[in-house]
Nanobody
Framework: QVQFVESGGGLVQPGGSLRLSCTAS????????MGWYRQAPGKQRELVAQINRDNTKHYTDSVKGRFTISRDNAKSTVYLQMNSLKREDTAVYLCNSAIPFDKWGQGTQVTVSS
């Protein structure tokens, strides 16, 4: 059974940084393009960053230049380094494959506030 466990969120001031981690199990990790998603209250879930099997990366416009996605295939883990955080980055952050499985993890809350 596929499982995703996210961690690393927290409360941070505007301009601060956080590094999120997501460990996947129940799938052949190296076979999948992986993504970080976020869902803010009252908004639809959106894909903010994607890393493909060949390590190519894609970002939604609002996070380009601030967020960096990476992966460690040996650990079945995908990371999201978030710098220059803004209030509008506040959301629950989740990971899944780029074409997501039905099963989602709990996510990790990121709150950007002074």
């Amino acid at each position: 059974q596929v499982q995703f466990v996210e961690s690393g969120g927290g409360l941070v001031q505007p301009g601060g940084s956080l590094r999120l981690s997501c460990t996947a199990s129940g799938l052949f990790f190296t076979d999948y393009s992986m993504g970080w998603y976020r869902q803010a209250p009252g908004k639809q879930r959106e894909l903010v960053a994607q890393i493909n099997r060949d390590n190519t990366k894609h970002y939604t416009d609002s996070v380009k230049g601030r967020f960096t996605i990476s992966r460690d295939n040996a650990k079945s883990t995908v990371y999201l380094q978030m710098n220059s955080l803004k209030r509008e980055d506040t959301a629950v952050y989740l990971c899944n494959s780029a074409i997501p499985f039905d099963k989602w993890g709990q996510g990790t809350q990121v709150t950007v506030s002074s």
